[in-house]
């Protein structure tokens, strides 16, 4: 929206239904909304219409709770908030679950390297519930870090010029535009067919990371404990550790100063082949973005408790973190509060497109009519079984639903 903030879109469409259900919201809480599409979808069949109108009220109008909490809407509807500080699961994660099932690993490690480089990437899928998940779950194993630039996990057929956009992206394309998408002028894209599970790169990007580092990814990958739990995302989160988790020793701290960071420090003190890949990584719009969150939480007196930093914490990622302890000590003599934020200076024509809201006002839910128009249930202001994310706009939302419908999703 014009505050760049990511609005999800999720919609259920059953098979020879005349209504598409569609739940509108800033949280990316997947799981939460398909079973809640699945619910309002049985009461419809059932007839129970004052049903589902209670448990899209109760929704629209419940305040956010905090992560880990239950909350009950009505009789049959309730959830557990999820909790962002916590990886990914298989397969409670359906995102990931996807994602790990249909790609093999040598092409998540090719695309992991094109999206740590923000490559120009294209992904498709003839089913829609697939494409969307692969686009989410290859976005997640970023984490710390997010993607910064055009970002649609379903593109609609009129928004296909955005493929030739010049500037990094994340699309998602259903498999039936990409005779059309392939007709365009494209030059250096990456392309991902999920279908056929093939990459197509003119980049040396994963060549280009270190090789150790690779090599101790794909092995973790292919061990048979990490398709189930945790063990996928922590070994992408171990990876990032090992490439990023040297920051800390960057951080340039001075009595009474804010504190800053020093791309020279970052680079220098690794090895050769470490070296020339942290070089471009200075230049990345995510790592700049990285940064500046944590030197936002420093100069605030903040410290971290994420699982990115936990993984700092136990491995031998970061040396001796001299700096950061010498914060830590600092923070707790001076009693918190005692710097002025600081931003690293980032290039303004890439600003970021890709923002987390902690809190966000309140859902919004709407049912789709036929396939030609849309009728809201509630006034909204304000995530698909199919998840089409709603592209960024220029413009505020309205208050009323006016969805194109014409790229309509289903979800078996």
């Not at 979808?41 to 419940?62: C, M, N, V, Y």
């Not at 090719?110 to 120009?120: G, I, N, P």
């Not at 944590?294 to 100069?299: A, E, G, H, K, M």
Request: with cysteine.
């Amino acid at each position: 929206d014009i505050e760049s903030k990511q609005r999800f879109g999720f919609c259920r469409l059953s098979s020879g239904a005349h209504s598409c259900y569609c739940i509108l919201s800033y949280l990316p809480w997947f799981e939460v909304f398909y079973k809640l599409l699945n619910i309002l979808a049985d009461f419809t069949i059932k007839g129970q219409e004052s049903q589902w109108r209670e448990l899209l009220e109760s929704l629209h109008t419940l305040p956010i709770p905090d992560p880990g909490v239950p909350v009950h809407l009505s009789v049959h509807s309730y959830f557990t908030v999820p909790d962002r500080r916590e990886l990914p699961s298989i397969p409670e994660n359906r995102n990931l679950t996807e994602y790990f099932v249909a790609v093999d690993v040598n092409n998540m490690l090719h695309l992991y390297a094109s999206m740590l480089y923000e490559r120009r990437i294209l992904i498709c899928c003839s089913k829609l519930s697939t494409l969307t998940a692969c686009v989410h779950g290859s976005a997640a194993m970023m984490y710390p870090m997010y993607w910064q630039h055009v970002y649609i996990p379903v593109l609609p057929q009129h928004l296909i010029d955005y493929c030739c956009a010049p500037m990094p992206y994340l699309i998602g394309v259903h498999s039936s535009l990409m005779e059309k998408v392939r007709g365009m002028a494209l030059d250096d894209v990456v392309v991902l067919n999920v279908d056929t599970n093939t990459l197509e790169t003119p980049f040396d990007d994963l060549q280009s990371l270190p090789n150790d580092v690779v090599s101790s990814l794909k092995n973790r990958l292919k061990k048979v404990s990490t398709t189930t739990g945790d063990g996928v995302a922590r070994a992408f989160l171990k990876t990032q550790a090992a490439l990023f988790g040297c920051y800390r020793n960057a951080l340039q701290i001075q009595p009474g100063e804010p504190i800053t960071f020093s791309e020279e420090v970052f680079v220098t003190h690794r090895s050769s082949a470490m070296r020339q890949f942290l070089q471009n990584a200075i230049q990345l719009q995510l790592f700049k973005q990285f940064i500046d969150g944590r030197l936002d939480l420093l100069n605030a007196g903040e410290g971290f408790s994420d699982v990115f930093e936990d993984e700092i914490n136990t491995g031998e990622y970061a040396g001796s973190d001299k700096n950061y302890h010498q914060w830590l000590f600092t923070v707790k003599k001076g009693g918190g509060a005692i710097f002025n934020t600081v931003r690293t200076k980032a290039n303004p024509a890439m600003k970021t497109v890709y923002k987390f809201v902690k809190q966000p006002e309140f859902f919004g839910a709407c049912i789709l009519q036929g396939v030609g128009n849309v009728r809201c249930s509630i006034g909204i202001k304000g995530p698909n079984l199919c998840q089409e994310n709603i592209p960024h706009t220029s413009t505020p939302p309205p208050p009323a639903c006016t969805i194109d419908t014409r790229q309509e999703g289903s979800m078996e």
